[in-house]
Structures are given as C-alpha cells and as structure tokens.
C-alpha cells in the first residue's frame, strides 16, 4: 500500500478491555483520531475507517502501543477478529482535533459503577470511592485511585489510569489489573458511630 500513497502507522494486535478497543503497536509514538485505513491480513487493499480516540498505553523498544478506538467495533469479539490488521494512514487524510479527555479525572460520578475484569468480562465489584490526591494531600496519594469492593467485607485500591482502568464507560468500569494486585485486598471496617449517651453535653447543660 505504500506505493499508493498509504504510510503504515501499526499493527493492530488484539482486543483492550471490552467495548472494541485495540491494541495498536504503533511505529510513532503519536497517534491522532481521524480518518485511517484498515488491511485485513486477509485483503489485498485497506478500507477507510474513523478513529475516534487513541492513547498511548506503553513503549516497547521503538514501537509504542496505543489503545485505539475506532468507528463500528463496539465489542472485545469485534476487535479480536481484527488482530493482524495494519493501520494506515493515506496522503491527504486529516486528523481530527484531539479533545482533551477527562473520563480519568477523579469524580464522584464514578462511585457505585460496576467493575468489569477486561480479560474475563465478569463483574468483579463495584466503585466504592474514588481518592482524589488534590482533595487528600496529606495522604500521600501520586494519583487518583478507585476503591473497588469486592465483596461486602473486601475492597482494594485501584489506580485511575489507562495502564489499569482501560475503560471508564456511563455504567461501569473496566479494569486490567496487573498480576497481584487483587490479592492486596483489605477489609473493610465501616466507620463506627457515635453512641447515645457518649456524646460531650451542649455547653450550659454540665
């Protein structure tokens, strides 16, 4: 596809979470939405599609991986059957404007979405709280996390990062939980609260 006017921007190597998603091994470490061209290892020429949303997840040696987004493929089965797939870009093609995405700003918005394991697809608890290090700086936070619970006794924390939450969605979460981190779960003790009887008297009642 070179010699008709096509640059090669990647390889498209599988699914990232759950909602269609790529994984996209980049030869740039810039990857802007718009319109872009698709080549099934199984076709002979690209077809136009529309990136909607790239970010990049990680360098590996001169490449970088993107978590690419494009027009149509709304499930992980849509985006598997892609891997293999090379990206392109074509002379006269123009990028969309990049918008700023905040989907990974800390809000409360988030608390009581379901959490979904993006390689198993299962429901793995809910959004308990999100710590917003700016709201918390006397607790050592480096960034946002989500405190998930597991179950009614178990929660665990969570970073608010593409590397681990691949997808913020309106209805739940999506979470690529590196190997461990799981296990780092704590128990949950409810705060306890003040007892009749126990409290100071209003001033003038002593």
Do not use: Q, W
């Amino acid at each position: 596809p070179t010699t008709f006017g096509f640059d090669e921007l990647g390889t498209i190597v599988g699914a990232h979470g759950v909602r269609g998603a790529l994984r996209v091994d980049c030869v740039s470490p810039d990857l802007a939405p718009g319109l872009r061209h698709l080549k099934l290892a199984t076709r002979r020429s690209p077809r136009p599609v529309v990136v909607t949303s790239t970010r990049p997840l990680k360098r590996l040696g001169a490449l970088t991986r993107h978590v690419v987004e494009i027009e149509g493929c709304t499930n992980r089965g849509d985006a598997a059957r892609l891997a293999g797939a090379a990206l392109y870009a074509r002379d006269g093609d123009e990028a969309a404007d990049a918008e700023p995405d905040d989907a990974y700003a800390p809000s409360k918005k988030l608390e009581g979405l379901e959490v979904v394991d993006a390689t198993t697809g299962d429901v793995i608890g809910t959004v308990f709280d999100v710590l917003d290090p700016h709201e918390s700086p006397g607790a050592g936070l480096a960034a946002p996390l989500l405190e998930v619970a597991l179950d009614e006794k178990r929660h665990v924390l969570i970073p608010l990062a593409p590397e681990c939450v691949p997808e913020v969605g309106d209805e739940n979460v999506v979470v690529d939980a590196p190997p461990g981190l799981l296990d780092l779960a704590f128990v949950y003790e409810p705060p306890s609260r003040p007892v009749k009887g126990l409290l100071a008297a209003p001033e003038g009642d002593a």
